[in-house]
């Protein structure tokens, strides 16, 4: 393992449907981050984890999201009752201190 | 209110300038990236820096912590650095990224 690796890489559900992606950082990264991309908009911060702890949310991230970092390693993103404005780019970054490494992205179009 | 301003949005060059482009932000930082997204959404950082001057090959990086400003340049520039350049500093009050909208690069042979 080299990198960040997120699943799936594209995801398209109607709305209202939940979807969930998943996050696996660089092995020893105890720091995961969950940031937002819609088109032609820089990336914008939804939570970060320290461990499995879940230290900092967005006010981004309204009651239909949901983050999870159980054993400290994975990461699980939930969207329930997804609607359009949910379709973006979802991206997951890992560090160890300050220096944030990103992994490829889940593109989620919603229909 | 924006914390992080970048200029230009968007930059045409032709193969060989020298390319700059410019962040400024409001916020105390620890740290500052740049980060470089190709068309499909990678993410690669190409510098963390928080006081000076950072070189990797032909892109150099500059911070003034003082003015909040932060500069990155890219020396006889080629096609393949067409690419997004988002500029992110991290506040010292927290651990999360502000993000610049991003400079749009686009290196015509």
């Known amino acids: 393992d080299t990198g960040v690796s997120q699943d799936p890489r594209h995801k398209i559900t109607k709305r209202g449907q939940n979807v969930t992606f998943r996050c696996d950082p660089i092995?020893?990264?105890?720091?995961l981050y969950w940031y937002r991309q819609t088109l032609g908009q820089g990336p914008e911060f939804l939570t970060y984890?320290?461990?499995?702890?879940?230290?900092?949310k967005s006010r981004l991230l309204s009651d239909r999201f949901s983050a999870e970092r159980p054993k400290g390693s994975f990461s699980t993103l939930e969207i329930q009752r997804t609607e359009q404005g949910d379709s973006a780019m979802y991206l997951c970054?890992?560090?160890?201190?300050?220096?944030?490494?990103f992994g490829p992205g889940t593109r989620l179009t919603v229909t | 209110k924006n914390e992080v301003e970048q200029s230009p949005q968007n930059l045409t060059a032709q193969e060989g300038e020298f390319i700059t482009i410019n962040c400024s932000y409001s916020?105390?930082?620890?740290?500052l990236h740049w980060l470089q997204q190709h068309p499909g959404g990678g993410i690669v950082s190409l510098f963390m820096?928080?006081?000076g001057k950072k070189k990797h090959g032909r892109l150099i990086a500059t911070i003034n912590i003082q003015e909040k400003h932060s500069s990155l340049h890219i020396t006889a520039s080629h096609p393949r650095d067409s690419a997004v350049y988002i500029c992110?500093?991290?506040?010292?009050?927290?651990?999360?990224?502000?993000f610049g909208t991003g400079t749009s690069l686009t290196v015509i042979p």
């Open positions: 970054a890992s560090s160890v201190w300050s220096e944030q490494y």
């Open positions: 092995s020893e990264h105890n720091r």
């Open positions: 984890f320290q461990n499995e702890a879940q230290l900092e």
């Open positions: 916020v105390g930082i620890s740290a």
């Open positions: 820096l928080s006081s």
């Open positions: 992110a500093p991290t506040p010292n009050t927290g651990n999360q990224f502000y």
